[in-house]
């Protein structure tokens, strides 16, 4: 199987369907997988029909189990520092400027959760399981997980889950904030096609400034981000999408975006 086989692509008219393909891994991320999805993201980046991505496991066993455990044998601390010194798939995915929904259809473990709390909102399968259990391997994680889990769920149930490796159901991510929604799994890519339409009918820039403004709130003390939010505010007021959206609201009709 190739790289390319490893993540399938499908756009469904401003939705890109994305689907990490290695039923017979879990999903594991090994390197060509995480190499393929971070081209395919920068060519949806640049794709300006797609407007939103839905990022879903195939099967209904897992959305991402983990990293390939297999690459990780043998492999010396310099290969290891090599492996991580470029850019990552995280750090792709977090800085993809449209809206990305993680639809999380089974085990969401280790780099499989990290990649999912890269993304923007994860909706979970009342199925999935969800933890970060590198501590059995005797490692850390090394994609975010000790830096954005934090950030989701508080530093107490950061340190248990890391501590403990414990796996979680989807109602308790949801109740400590670690997923947005949980539905049947059934129903979960129905649910995220039907989130990322809804959204992809809102205005481009609108999108895409409101992602930068919420990264800063991340990033910065609440003042600077303040700061960042006031100019991206008066940045928008000058695209097509600020006056369209306007003139539709005063002519009470539905705004037609187009992306400028």
Do not use: H, W
Request: proline residues 4%.
């Amino acid at each position: 199987m190739s790289a390319s086989d490893n993540v399938l692509c499908d756009i469904q008219g401003r939705v890109a369907l994305v689907t990490i393909n290695r039923p017979d891994k879990r999903n594991a991320l090994d390197s060509a997988t995480r190499a393929r999805l971070i081209e395919l993201f920068d060519e949806l980046s640049a794709n300006p029909e797609v407007r939103t991505v839905v990022l879903t496991g195939a099967g209904d066993k897992a959305f991402v189990a983990g990293a390939d455990i297999s690459e990780f044998e043998g492999r010396s601390p310099i290969d290891q520092f090599r492996v991580m010194s470029g850019r990552t798939v995280f750090d792709a995915m977090e800085a993809f400027p449209k809206p990305v929904i993680a639809a999380l259809n089974g085990f969401t473990l280790g780099g499989g959760c990290e990649l999912a709390m890269a993304c923007d909102i994860r909706l979970a399968a009342d199925t999935a399981k969800l933890g970060q259990p590198e501590v059995n391997l005797g490692i850390i994680p090394g994609g975010g997980g000790t830096q954005r889990l934090p950030r989701l769920v508080g530093t107490g149930m950061a340190y248990k889950l890391l501590y403990t490796g414990d796996l979680i159901g989807a109602d308790e991510a949801l109740r400590i904030g670690l997923v947005d929604e949980v539905v049947p799994a059934a129903d979960l890519r129905a649910r995220a096609l039907a989130l990322a339409t809804a959204i992809a009918e809102k205005s481009p820039v609108a999108l895409r400034l409101i992602k930068e403004a919420i990264r800063a709130s991340i990033r910065s003390p609440l003042d600077e981000g303040l700061r960042q939010e006031r100019t991206l505010f008066g940045l928008v007021f000058a695209s097509e999408d600020k006056a369209e959206g306007v003139a539709a609201f005063m002519g009470k009709r539905r705004a037609e975006f187009k992306g400028r």
